[in-house]
């Protein structure tokens, strides 16, 4: 398990994460194509926040469970709190993430193209 520093592009938002990224999520969907992060799910404990969460900015839509996380100086979204299943989801058995969805592209010393991508069809949810 390795530890990694995080932050958005001018440092306000620091965090820490405790991974083996062994691959990295691009979704289809609106937002995330729009907003190219290379994502990976760390477990509520493996991650940190360094920086106050009241000081970041929150975007909510469509279920509004969800929550993209963004430094409200210099726009980055370093990480968020994955939405809740839609009811064909859970009906179906899939489970609520509970932990945090990181842009990988915000962590120092990590080269997104060094594991596999792995593509995510969220524009047929």
Known sequence: MKTYQGTC??????FEIDADIDHVRACDCSVC???GALIFRVAPEAFRLLT???DLSVYR?????????FCPVC???PFRKPSAPTATEAAAGLRPFL????????????DPASVPLM??????L
């Open 52 to 54: 106050p969460i009241e």
């Open 75 to 77: 726009g980055i979204l």
């Open 9 to 14: 592009h001018c440092k306000a938002v620091r």
């Open 33 to 35: 194509s729009r907003r």
């Open 61 to 69: 839509w469509g279920s509004m469970t969800g929550a993209d996380y």
């Open 99 to 110: 932990g945090w969805a990181i842009n990988t592209r915000c962590l120092e010393g990590f």
């Open 119 to 124: 593509k995510i069809h969220g524009s047929r």
